[in-house]
């Protein structure tokens, strides 16, 4: 069983930048693909970005792509998203997400790929 806790999230004002961390323990980190999701008041959770087990391979929504980074450091069992010129419409609640696929070069895009989730990080950004 992996347990994820996110980090980072806050106020900024639009146009600045924001880093969330996810750190996770009770598994082999290197194992297991990542994902970031995101869920507004009255809206559903949504995919934001996607990264392959051991990196490499990414995926992004199209409403971040460009803006926001996913990476991981294996070594440290955290997985980033670095967020710049953000948006008010970016404001919600990120979440962190794992996906047990040793050996599967894939990022994975939809909910129900995922296993275990976060309890999420607040993001609010100012106009």
């Known amino acids: 069983q992996v347990q994820l806790v996110e980090s980072g999230g806050g106020l900024v004002q639009a146009g600045g930048s924001l880093r969330l961390s996810c750190t996770a323990s009770?598994?082999?980190?290197?194992?297991?693909?990542m994902g970031w999701f995101r869920q507004a008041p009255g809206k559903e959770r949504e995919f934001v970005a996607g990264i392959a087990w051991r990196g490499g391979s990414t995926s992004y929504a199209d409403s971040v792509k460009g803006r926001f980074t996913i990476s991981r450091d294996n070594a440290r069992n955290t997985v980033y998203l670095q967020m710049n010129s953000l948006k008010p419409e970016d404001a919600a609640v990120y979440y962190c997400?794992?996906?047990?696929?040793?050996?599967?070069?894939?990022?994975?895009?939809?909910?129900?790929?995922?296993?275990?989730w976060g309890q999420g990080t607040q993001v609010t950004v100012s106009s």
């Open positions: 997400a794992a996906r047990y696929t040793p050996g599967v070069f894939d990022a994975w895009r939809l909910k129900d790929d995922y296993h275990y």
């Open positions: 009770g598994g082999t980190f290197s194992s297991y693909a």
